[in-house]
T-cell receptor, first 114, second 117 residues
Framework: NAGVTQTPKFQVLKTGQSMTLQCAQDMNHNSMYWYRQDPGMGLRLIYYSASEGTTDKGEVPNGYNVSRLNKREFSLRLESAAPSQTSVYFC?????????????FGPGTRLTVL | AQTVTQSQPEMSVQEAETVTLSCTYDTSESNYYLFWYKQPPSRQMILVIRQEAYKQQNATENRFSVNFQKAAKSFSLKISDSQLGDTAMYFCAFMSRLGTGANNLFFGTGTRLTVIP
């Protein structure tokens, strides 16, 4: 099992450009998440999908959109990138349901916006 | 709102020695989970240990153990017999349940641990 995979691993954008970060999991998990990690800080939740067909905002959703394409895939889109979105982005997944399930993380995408 | 505080930005320990990383949190919830994650230079987030708040017994995983003090809202990580591979950033995290059946992890700012040969 590959676990949680993310593409790309690195990306450089110019201000105003758009891009989509891809995430897939092969653990048959119901819930998926997008976090960002800024220097000197822990991870913060951007958006999450509790189950296929649902998405909700987390702590820092401004400037992002998400799509839960199917049970396996959850993408994060930056419509008009800004330097403040320079960060490392992590996708995670968990079994979901009304219990405290461990979240499994992907390897991260380092995004730089010039 | 949940907050997680790690007051030690950096620590170092000699190989084979023991080190304790501190974490405090603030919450009004009565039942929750706490986690320690390790992030080596590869960036991968790796779960080290988990503690359920309603369990009084402290969790242990091989060389890793926690000291969970619920009343004091304290959750420290002890690493025994430190190894060079333990060099990493360590994050304390509080898991809060989201109403829709998912969970949110609130992270501290991390402690960078260096194991010295």
């Amino acid at each position: 099992n590959a676990g949680v995979t993310q593409t790309p691993k690195f990306q450089v954008l110019k201000t105003g450009q758009s891009m989509t970060l891809q995430c897939a999991q092969d653990m048959n998990h119901n819930s998926m998440y997008w976090y960002r990690q800024d220097p000197g800080m822990g991870l913060r939740l951007i958006y999450y999908s509790a189950s296929e067909g649902t998405t909700d905002k987390g702590e820092v959703p401004n400037g992002y959109n998400v799509s839960r394409l199917n049970k396996r895939e959850f993408s994060l889109r930056l419509e008009s990138a800004a330097p403040s979105q320079t960060s490392v982005y992590f996708c995670a997944s968990s079994e979901g349901g009304f219990s405290y399930n461990e979240q499994f993380f992907g390897p991260g995408t380092r995004l730089t916006v010039l | 709102a949940q907050t997680v505080t790690q007051s030690q930005p950096e620590m170092s320990v000699q190989e084979a020695e023991t080190v304790t990383l501190s974490c405090t949190y603030d919450t009004s919830e009565s039942n929750y989970y706490l986690f320690w994650y390790k992030q080596p230079p590869s960036r991968q987030m790796i779960l080290v240990i988990r503690q359920e708040a309603y369990k009084q017994q402290n969790a242990t995983e091989n060389r890793f153990s926690v000291n969970f003090q619920k009343a004091a809202k304290s959750f420290s990580l002890k690493i025994s017999d430190s190894q060079l591979g333990d060099t990493a950033m360590y994050f304390c995290a509080f898991m809060s349940r989201l109403g829709t059946g998912a969970n949110n992890l609130f992270f501290g700012t991390g402690t960078r641990l260096t194991v010295i040969p």
